[in-house]
């Protein structure tokens, strides 16, 4: 059974610094995604990961891929207010395409002025 | 994003009575999953459908579930006889291609009373 765990569940950080958050899963997986969620509302998509390696930036988050260590993070680069969000990651099954997401337990970030 | 809506947002209902939750995918996708989300959990799968069949469901997704796509465009999740931890947050999700990434509706809130 796939297991994706996050850590830190709960992270409070200053405007201006940088952090990372993990995320390890048990079993190999062809494709890793990043959401976000603001409070009371949906997923938002924010990358998909496909490949060892793989390196995707947008704004100030950044995430990457090592699936030999199968290990993801989401770095975080001189944080703003807006950032503030529940960041979940998700694995997708070995099978490439349709296939169910186990999610992780989810990172609460909250960035304090 | 594509959009995918849900309705009701909202649901609220007495334990023991039946409720359906609808999902309108972008039109000519196949794949169909159905998520929930107990306040402040992690994100949970409850089943996948795929050329008007169930291709995966979890544990969560006993007897009082259903799925159908009734009329090839709106997709149903039916829960025939609620029950307090029914409560929750509900999400479709549905991905372009079979290798797209899956993208979430807004969700139905589900109170069960």
């Known amino acids: 059974e796939l297991k994706v765990e996050q850590n830190p569940l709960f992270l409070s950080m200053q405007e201006g610094k940088n952090y990372t958050i993990y995320c390890n899963y048990s079993?190999?997986?062809?494709?890793l995604y990043w959401y976000r969620q603001d409070p009371g509302k949906s997923l938002e998509s924010l990358f998909v990961?496909?490949?060892?390696?793989a390196v995707k930036q947008e704004g100030r988050l950044m995430a990457s891929l090592d699936t030999k260590a199968r290990l993801s993070t989401l770095h975080i680069t001189a944080a703003v207010h807006d950032l503030s969000a529940t960041y979940f990651c998700?694995?997708?099954?070995?099978?490439?395409?349709?296939?169910?997401?186990?999610f992780g337990t989810g990172t609460r970030l909250t960035i304090i002025p | 994003e594509p959009e995918v809506t849900q309705t009701p947002s909202h649901q609220v209902t007495q334990m023991g009575q039946e409720v359906i939750l609808r999902c309108v995918p972008i039109?000519?996708?196949?794949?169909f999953y159905w998520y929930r989300q107990i306040l402040g959990q992690k994100v949970e799968f409850l089943v996948s459908?795929?050329?008007?069949?169930?291709?995966?469901k979890s544990e969560i997704f006993d007897d009082q579930f259903s799925v159908e796509r009734p009329d090839g465009s709106n997709f149903t999740l039916k829960i025939r006889s609620t029950k307090l931890e029914d409560s929750a947050m509900y999400f479709c999700?549905?991905?372009?291609?079979?290798?797209?990434?899956?993208?979430f509706g807004p969700g139905t809130r589900l109170t069960v009373l």
């Open positions: 998700a694995v997708e099954g070995k099978n490439f395409g349709n296939e169910k997401l186990t």
């Open positions: 079993t190999t997986s062809d494709r």
């Open positions: 990961l496909l490949s060892n390696g």
């Open positions: 039109s000519n996708h196949l794949y």
């Open positions: 459908f795929y050329n008007n069949e169930i291709s995966e």
């Open positions: 999700a549905s991905p372009r291609t079979v290798t797209d990434t899956q993208y």
